[in-house]
Nanobody
């Protein structure tokens, strides 16, 4: 059974940082690209992808330079380091593998 469990969200002031984690199980994690997506105002938005193999990455334009996606193929864990957070980054963040998605972790950026 595929399981994805996100953690690390919380309330942070603008300009602050958070590091999200996603523990993956039930599939061969190292073989697949993984994504972070977020949901806010009823809209689901892709944030970032990290590929298997060379670990290349891609980002939504508005987070590029502020967010860093990474993975640990030994721990089967996906990460998202989020710096210089803005109120518009507020939302529920999910890690995804294909059609699978975890329960999400809430990120709120507010003063």
């Amino acid at each position: 059974e595929v399981q994805l469990v996100e953690s690390g969200g919380g309330l942070v002031q603008p300009g602050g940082s958070l590091r999200l984690s996603c523990a993956a199980s039930g599939f061969t994690f190292r073989r697949y690209a993984m994504d972070w997506v977020r949901q806010a105002h009823g809209r689901l938005e892709w944030v970032s992808t990290i590929y298997s193999g060379d670990g290349s990455t891609s980002y939504l334009g508005s987070v590029k330079g502020r967010f860093t996606i990474s993975r640990d193929n030994i721990k089967n864990t996906l990460y998202l380091q989020m710096n210089s957070l803005k109120p518009e980054d507020t939302g529920v963040y999910y890690c995804t593998w294909g059609a699978h998605r975890g329960p999400g972790t809430q990120v709120t950026v507010s003063s």
